[in-house]
């Protein structure tokens, strides 16, 4: 490849896991420059973890071509994996060895000589303030401690890229700061940074790009300022009163986005749905305190997958009863996850509900349905009163209106909500015909 | 094609050096750990050499000492435990994420697995020195100088013996998910190892189906190696002895790595 400046290179790269056909990676290609953050955004099981995953040379991709600092990830993976330093998303330290202790084995396996490394772990410690903690061991470590020593680690071997997988998920909200100050002071330093993450306001901060991806896709690449650019004009936000007739949704979304000035109109809302425990439920009064913050990314966390889910319910009475009193979109959606081969090992109290919200057993008691719509639009101030006239023409009701600059989660918004979503299953079989074709070619 | 990507190069040393450096410092740190193996061994000791030594052993007509008998045997033992329960630390590593920090260096799987088993194997023969030294403090082996050749010699035999034990604990630690099968690896895999090995009686005052059991047990031959050792008793010839313990230690270390090769951390 020509361009010498790029540090990672990634092109038509497609990942199909052998077991249960799922495609998680479609097809993509970016390229990320010498001296960048770049962020990847995008949901749970948007395809971001098996990037990064293949990109380490922990998975092999099923098709297409990526290189790390010039060299093929799968020809050379050990030249690859000196080339990059990573940092999970959950902490791979070992908790009964010291501070240094850990880094020093990182740095034997990473095969720098003695002298070398007394020098680097000094200097990497260092820049992570724990030069006075390094002889404590990490199981007294606090989460944001552990997760500066594991970006010190990642660092000794002098990588030419940093890999950070949601590296601060489950934070608490000051230490979330802290790291993203690091970070940006390793950046200033020439680092190059790949980050994933779910949270907006984590890649609008610290990301010079950033890659949305969702279902597998790249829907949009490009620096947060022009991401932003692309919806220019406002966002307003429409949240109706209960609406009885749900049938009439799609019809007035369609009479708005045909009025002119209006560029898209999207369904629901991000914070919403990510927001869907309510964080006032009534915790045990033995609970010892626990910041809210982390308690949400731990739900969030464990929400992502019918498994952990299952495991929690089994584990905590608490978990059964938070999904028992959930409000009714939250367990809709979790019911959506468990087919019915999953549901036998699905704790009876559960089971039950599942299959009743499932059979639709809800339908008809579902009073408080209070839709939310996101336009994005020229000129707010123009538009909006042609948009509130047909919402009237149609009899709603409109608890509240709000009407804002497009926020990198408007982005988001804006790209998943019109991606278009094709049966999954009829992809994988068109792509894996594809593969084979290509081979027997060969 | 499979969906890992495994590194295939040679074994790294100084890699392989630091990780078993590691299961020993883990060790030698986990002081409940050397506490409890102590304490286990004191009580083997005195339950089974005090209670069985009312218990005539005789090979060929001549009698044997019942507490050196036994003392040979759970000395054998502790290998059978202390190498299962070694290996199963790699469960922790897959369960605390450490795991994927060794996967991800630039060093073939096989170093990650010879480092680790030669750990556990040092680990392992540092509780059995610890045994025989106390057996020999409370006079079970008799007071004699020929003991000090014997104990250097019983080093590469014990060494033998834990390589294919270490292999069984990394074996199955790769393949289970959590600690709850951890009962079953016990109840079913190390138990009947113990009981049929003929650590705690002889064998030739067994009815024949138990022997024939006995010859089935891999460790059988581990422990009759140790007695011939430490004892000078045998029931099985030495070639045998040392050919079954080659093989069962050469077969589980391939088969180990084999799916240490095929695990997946994610």
């Given at each position: ?6 540090i ?29 953050i770049f ?44 080339s990059i330093g990573i940092v ?62 594991e970006i010190a680690r990642g660092l000794?071997?002098e990588p030419a890229v940093l890999f950070l997988d949601?590296p ?14 690091k970070i940006?002071?390793l950046n200033?330093l020439?680092m190059t940074i790949l980050i ?247 | ?266």
């Open positions: 490849m020509n361009n010498n400046n790029s990672i290179e990634v092109k038509n790269l497609i990942k199909i896991y052998e077991d249960g056909d799922v495609l998680a990676v479609d097809n993509i290609s970016f390229d990320i420059k010498k001296g960048e962020a990847l955004l995008g949901p749970n099981g948007a395809g971001k973890t098996t990037t990064i995953n293949i990109l380490a040379t922990l998975l092999n991709a099923t098709d297409g071509e990526a290189k790390v600092n010039h060299y093929d990830v799968r020809k050379d993976p050990d030249k690859v994996r000196k999970f998303q959950e902490p791979a330290l070992d908790t009964e060895m010291k501070g240094w202790e850990n880094l020093e084995l990182h740095a034997i396996l990473y095969g720098m000589s003695k002298k070398e490394r007394k020098a680097k772990i000094k200097e990497v410690l260092k820049l992570v303030d724990l030069e006075d903690r390094a002889d404590t061991y990490v199981k007294n470590y606090s989460g944001g401690m552990k997760r500066r020593l000794i071997h949601e601060t998920l489950g934070l608490d909200p000051q230490t979330r700061r802290k790291i993203w100050d940006k002071e200033d020439k994933t993450t779910h949270y907006m306001e984590e890649a609008d901060f610290l990301a010079d790009r950033i890659c949305i991806m969702d279902h597998g896709k790249i829907i949009a690449l490009d620096t947060s300022e022009n991401l932003k650019k692309q919806l220019s004009g406002d966002v307003i936000d429409i949240q109706f009163e209960k609406i009885e007739n749900q049938m009439i949704l799609p019809q007035i979304i369609n009479q708005i986005r045909e009025i002119p000035g209006v560029k898209n109109v999207s369904f629901g809302d991000i914070k919403e749905n990510q927001n869907m425990m309510p964080m006032e439920m009534n915790l045990p009064k033995n609970m010892p305190h626990i910041d809210p913050a982390m308690i949400q990314a731990r739900i969030r966390d464990i929400m992502s997958s019918p498994k952990k889910l299952l495991d929690a319910w089994k584990k905590f009475p608490m978990a059964s009863q938070m999904f028992l009193n959930a409000p009714l979109e939250a367990k809709k959606r979790i019911s959506n996850m468990f087919d019915d081969s999953l549901l036998d090992e699905v704790p009876e109290e559960i089971k039950s509900e599942i299959i009743k919200i499932k059979k639709g057993d809800y339908e008809n008691i579902e009073q408080d349905f209070e839709p939310k719509l996101s336009i994005s639009c020229e000129s707010g101030g123009k538009e909006l009163p042609l948009i509130i006239q047909k919402i009237n023409d149609n009899n709603l009701k409109i608890k509240n209106v709000n009407m804002h600059q497009p926020t990198l989660e408007d982005v988001f918004l804006h790209f998943v909500g019109t991606a278009i979503r094709e049966e999954s299953s009829d992809r994988v079989k068109g792509i894996k015909n594809l593969i084979q074709l290509r081979q027997l070619r060969k | 094609m499979s969906d890992l990507n495994i590194i295939n190069s040679k074994i790294n040393y100084s890699a392989v050096w630091i990780l078993a450096k590691r299961e020993l410092i883990g060790f030698w740190r986990s002081k409940s750990r050397v506490i409890s193996s102590l304490a286990q061994g004191l009580l083997f000791l005195f339950v089974f050499g005090a209670g069985f030594s009312s218990f005539a052993i005789t090979i060929d007509g001549v009698p044997i000492d019942s507490r050196a008998f036994t003392a040979s045997g759970i000395a054998a033992i502790v290998i059978l435990f202390t190498g299962v329960f070694g290996g199963m630390g790699l469960m922790r590593d897959k369960m605390f994420g450490f795991m994927k920090e060794l996967i991800v260096a630039p060093v073939s799987r096989n170093t990650l697995m010879v480092g680790r088993t030669l750990g556990i194997a040092l680990q392992t023969l540092m509780q059995v020195m610890i045994m025989i030294i106390l057996s020999i403090i409370v006079g079970y082996f008799g007071y004699d100088l020929s003991l000090i050749w014997r104990v250097i010699l019983i080093l590469p035999v014990a060494l033998l013996a834990s390589i294919g034990i270490v292999g069984m604990g990394l074996t199955i630690s790769t393949r289970l998910r959590d600690f709850q099968s951890f009962g079953l690896i016990q109840t079913f895999i190390i138990m009947p190892m113990f009981w049929i090995s003929g650590a705690l009686f002889a064998f030739n005052s067994v009815p024949s189906f138990m022997q024939i059991a006995m010859l089935c047990n891999p460790f059988t031959y581990s422990v009759d190696l140790f007695r011939l050792v430490l004892l000078g008793v045998s029931y099985i010839p030495l070639w045998l002895d040392i050919l079954v313990m080659v093989g069962f230690g050469t077969l589980l270390i391939l088969i180990g790595s084999r799916s240490f090769n095929k695990m997946e951390v994610t």
